[in-house]
Nanobody, 124 residues
Framework: QVQLVESGGGSVQAGGSLTLSCAATGSTYSRYCMGWFRQAPGKEREGVAGIYTGGGRMYYVDSVKGRFTISQDNAKNTLYLQMNGLKPEDTAIYYC?????????????????WGQGTQVTVSS
């Protein structure tokens, strides 16, 4: 079992920055793949950024490359998402999720563990 608790969402103007945090507890095996997903109203949930916690390799969806940075603090069991250059189209509920080996960032349904989500709103 894994428990994930997100924090750090909020409202910003376009061009602004936010940092999301995800505090994780539970099975290390089930936290091999940790990622950030988002879901905007009327849209499907999509993988935004992910990290292979064992080796540190990272994934980003094309729309956030160069603007978002995923990182982890193993001592604190915390995952972060630094979001810079925010755009109105980044507005969504952001979720932290984890699973065991076999990271499939494009398929949220494969992730069994989810946080409660945190709202990010970017105004123009």
């Amino acid at each position: 079992q894994v428990q994930l608790v997100e924090s750090g969402g909020g409202s910003v103007q376009a061009g602004g920055s936010l940092t999301l945090s995800c505090a994780a507890t539970g099975s290390t095996y089930s936290r091999y793949c940790m990622g950030w997903f988002r879901q905007a109203p009327g849209k499907e949930r999509e993988g935004v950024a992910g990290i292979y916690t064992g080796g540190g390799r990272m994934y980003y969806v094309d729309s956030v490359k160069g603007r978002f940075t995923i990182s982890q603090d193993n001592a604190k069991n915390t995952l972060y998402l630094q979001m810079n250059g925010l755009k109105p189209e980044d507005t969504a509920i952001y979720y932290c999720a984890s699973k065991g080996p076999g990271c499939t960032w494009a398929d949220p349904a494969n992730f069994p563990y989810w946080g409660q989500g945190t709202q990010v709103t970017v105004s123009s």
